[in-house]
């Protein structure tokens, strides 16, 4: 059986360019009266969107939480142009190396399903991913992957094991969320992270972008028989 895919989607396959999603968070919280953090100073990296929207809103109640939430992904529909969207180098290559082998390619975001969606859809990439695991619900992402698990096997029909994932991210906790499942950790250092401060965290591979993926895969699944 073939492996199934991963990705992360801020820093490994794209970039929000000048924060716009960041602005149209401060935007929201200004209007509500919720205003001492400043969002673009704030470390999002590999948190969840549930976990980020509690920080900022202080814990809220159910209800806020979802006001808020509904608001930004309003906005982000209305006002996130493909302009604002920068799809790193290999990318576009490596999910149609993925394509033509038919493999199983899923999100492991801490995007909300439908910000998630937003972004893939205004850059063309949507249509990619056909299930996964996303940051509505957790505030850990070491939960995201039994959920994008079964996920795979509901859609596949087939019985995965966790060592047949391969988990993509740029950020230290992408790679302690695929340890923690027992997956394979793919770091790519397109993110804020470097290749140093990554390696620090012993991911199974470390690439410089994702050009280097179609080559590292074709290695890897021919390694160990999956090709
Ligand atoms: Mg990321």
Known sequence: MNNAYLFDIDGTLLKIKNKANRKIIQSILNRLGIAENNVEELDFAGKTDRSIFSTLLDDPQESLFNEVKELYIGELDTRLAAGDIHVYEG??????????????TGLLTGNFERAARIKLERIGLNSHFSFGAFGDRHHNRNDLPPEAHKQLQDQSGSDYQPEQ???????????????????????????TFSRDELARHKPDVLLTSLEEFPDWDRAFTAGNGRG
């Open 91 to 104: 990318v576009e290559d490596s999910l149609a190396y993925l394509a033509g082998r038919s493999a199983a």
């Open 165 to 191: 994932l391969v988990i993509i991210g740029d950020t230290p906790r992408d790679i302690r969320c695929a340890r923690a499942f027992g997956s394979v950790a793919v770091a790519v250092a397109t993110g």
